[in-house]
């Protein structure tokens, strides 16, 4: 079974910067792929950011992409997102989530373990 524990989180500044944690336990094979993700009230959960450590790959949400940055530790299983230029569009509850294998790293249902959510409020 993997578990998903966040850290991070907090309100800041339009322009400002804010990092995201995510600390994994678990068999390695059931969290091959793993991502970010937000929701925001009102609105469907979207996918942020994810990587697929075993090629090297990264993926971002066009609205994100340049911003953000998702990266790993794999000596201390945590999982990263260093949010920089934050607008208050970003506001939202944000997730990590880990999976074994997928097609669209987009899609929430393809993956298995989520962590509990840290909010991130982002004023003007």
């Known amino acids: 079974q993997v578990q998903l524990l966040e850290s991070g989180g907090g309100s800041v500044q339009s322009g400002g910067s804010l990092r995201l944690a995510c600390t994994a336990s678990?068999?390695?094979?059931?969290?091959?792929?793993m991502a970010w993700f937000r929701q925001a009230p009102g609105r469907q959960r979207e996918g942020v950011a994810a990587v697929y450590s075993r090629a090297n790959a990264y993926f971002y949400a066009p609205s994100v992409k340049g911003r953000f940055t998702i990266f790993q530790d794999a000596a201390s299983s945590t999982l990263y997102l260093q949010m920089n230029t934050l607008k208050p569009d970003d506001t939202a509850t944000y997730y990590c989530?880990?999976?074994?294998?997928?097609?669209?790293?987009?899609?929430?249902?393809?993956?298995?373990?989520w962590g509990q959510g840290a909010q991130v409020t982002v004023s003007s």
């Open positions: 989530a880990a999976g074994p294998s997928m097609n669209d790293w987009a899609r929430s249902e393809n993956y298995h373990y």
């Open positions: 678990g068999p390695l094979n059931l969290r091959a792929y």
